[in-house]
């Protein structure tokens, strides 16, 4: 053990520090900086003396240098020593001095990594077994019309032929969707987020697309139309595309049902503007639900699965997220959630969200 000759702990608790499987390092970098403990298993981790110079080159940059009166937790991170990787956890505590506590995460790290790669692997898989199936189809089509014509062209009438012609022209042009789709998502411009109000967003959007839902007897709530402004940064062509895409999904979803509707609603949480839009249609089930952002998959006929895969991305790059609640036979809600607006953000930190409040959904 080293210590700077003071009492720093009851030996008891000296004695435990040395047994357990943790690193535990205490340092004083304010006034006359210096170790004041450190146990076996710290200098094991680090491979060396523990010194003030090692402490503040290993962990300098995440070691407080002035001194505050409440005990708190500083950071938590990692730091490769030799072959190791070694986990760190550091307190505060109200004497100004810092502790570190150590453990060796290279197995975990290890097989974490394992796990993340396995995951790409599967998810290239399952993305390249959807482009062959997805591009497989039209594909056989096309080889099966050009080859019949082939064998049969100076037996067919004109009709005939061009009959033929057009199938693989069809096909052909569903080819080229399916890959201008996946170029899209691939190539996606990056998005420009400026400050504007979501509740007007979403009026604009009910107008551009609401009457063809109202025509197919749909009932369109426009939720948000009985609150105030919803101030938030997106960029606003990639919202209205998102919003727009999952407006047109659930008309779909409500198709069939009795009483089909379809909900908009935009409102002021405290860390976050909240935008929903909810249908009373066939709802899916926890297995649908949990491969609804797979690409190729689709829970409609004729569907590619590339909408749902094009909204998540656009509302990550806003840097919001998006959560899905479903019920078969009662219906599905998608909620977004995309930051803040500056000024409602600032007035969130200081606790002033009297004004933000009365704007809040339910």
């Not at 009851?10 to 520090?17: G, K």
């Not at 062959?132 to 080859?147: D, F, I, R, Y």
């Not at 061009?162 to 969707?177: A, G, K, P, V």
């Not at 689709?298 to 094009?310: E, N, Y």
Request: charge should be negative.
């Amino acid at each position: 053990m080293v210590d700077d000759g003071g009492t720093i702990a009851p030996a008891a608790l000296a004695h435990v520090l040395e047994q357990i499987d943790l690193g535990v390092v205490g340092v004083r970098l304010t006034e006359e900086p210096r170790v004041l403990f450190s146990n076996e298993k710290a200098r094991e981790l680090l491979g060396a003396t523990i010194e003030v110079a090692l402490v503040v080159r290993l962990f300098g940059g995440k070691l407080r240098t002035s001194r505050h009166s409440s005990a708190s937790f500083i950071v938590g991170d990692w730091i490769r020593v030799g072959e190791k990787n070694v986990g760190f956890s550091v307190y505060e505590v109200p004497d100004g001095s810092q502790w570190i506590i150590l453990r060796d995460v290279t197995e975990k790290l290890r097989m974490q990594r394992a796990a993340e790669g396995m995951t790409v692997a599967n998810n290239l898989g399952y993305t390249f077994a959807g482009v062959a199936h997805e591009l497989g189809n039209p594909v056989n089509s096309v080889k099966m019309a050009a080859t019949v014509l082939r064998d049969n062209a100076q037996t067919f009438s004109p009709e005939k032929q061009h009959e033929y012609l057009t199938e693989i022209l069809s096909e052909t042009n569903r080819m080229q969707d399916i890959l201008r789709l996946m170029q899209g998502f691939i190539g996606m411009a990056s998005l420009e987020p400026v400050t504007c109000d979501l509740a007007a967003e979403c009026r604009a959007v009910v107008e551009r697309v609401g009457r063809d839902a109202t025509q197919k007897g749909v009932v369109v709530v426009s939720a948000f139309a009985a609150r105030g402004q919803v101030p938030s940064r997106v960029d606003p062509p990639a919202f209205r595309q998102v919003l727009i895409n999952l407006f047109a999904n659930a008309v779909e979803a409500v198709a069939g049902v009795f009483g089909p509707q379809v909900s908009i609603d935009a409102f002021l949480g405290e860390r976050a503007a909240h935008v929903r839009v909810s249908d009373n249609g066939k709802g899916i089930d926890s297995a649908q639900k949990e491969r609804l952002f797979f690409p190729f998959y689709s829970t409609r006929p004729g569907g590619m699965g590339f909408g749902l895969v094009i909204v998540k991305k656009l509302v990550s790059s806003m840097g919001g997220t998006i959560e899905v609640t479903s019920a078969p036979g009662i219906g599905t809600s998608f909620e977004l959630l995309l930051p803040l607006a500056d000024e409602v953000a600032v007035r969130s930190d200081t606790g002033d969200l009297a004004a933000a409040s009365s704007r809040r959904g339910a």
